[in-house]
């Protein structure tokens, strides 16, 4: 979001600095930054939200030294990740970039298959939570979502050297090397 709203404020009013969310070695510093002070702030608040809403792990008992030492931690700690990825993405990429998508797409996407499986795992008192088989399910329909995307969408590019795909019959388009 702040990439093209600074491009549009470089382009109209030459706004002095703006130029610089061009460059994708500054936009990826501030995201950098952005994340660890995500984590490091907003992670705290997190988990003390969570002990005090008593979210915590239930431990299986296997008769193994230390295992209770787990009892009690707080669980949906993915949230803290999720969101230092995120938010500095939506704030700081190109919107508009396939792969950009992709990695938005996918991280949702298996955020909520972690969610569902502490979900159940807190909330329904399952300590096995989610079935391994609809886990699995929901990582191989992410696969054929992302591998179709790839194949069908006309901004996805492979690259490799003209000889490469000379030699295996690849049709070359734009080769920049």
Not at 63 to 74: V, Y
Not at 85 to 99: E, V
Request: charged content about 15%; proline content about 2%.
């Amino acid at each position: 979001m702040l990439y093209h709203l600074f491009e549009y404020l470089n382009k109209h009013f030459d706004l002095p600095g703006a130029g610089l969310f061009h460059y994708i070695s500054f936009r990826a510093g501030l995201a950098v930054i952005l994340s660890l002070l995500i984590s490091m702030v907003i992670g705290r608040s997190i988990i003390n939200w969570l002990r005090s809403m008593q979210i915590g792990e239930t431990v299986r008992n296997l008769g193994l030294q230390g295992e209770n030492l787990k009892a009690g931690t707080p669980t949906m700690g993915g949230i803290i990740i999720v969101a230092a990825t995120l938010i500095p993405c939506l704030l700081l990429a190109r919107l508009d970039n396939t792969y950009i998508l992709l990695m938005l797409f996918c991280t949702i996407w298996m955020a909520t298959i972690g969610f569902i499986d502490d979900y159940i795992k807190v909330f329904k008192k399952d300590k096995k939570g989610l079935k391994g088989i609809f886990k699995v399910m929901g990582q191989v329909g992410l696969g054929l979502i992302v591998g179709l995307t790839m194949l069908i969408n006309d901004e996805v590019v492979v690259r490799v050297t003209p000889e490469f795909a000379e030699a295996n019959g690849y049709e070359v388009k734009n080769t920049v090397f």
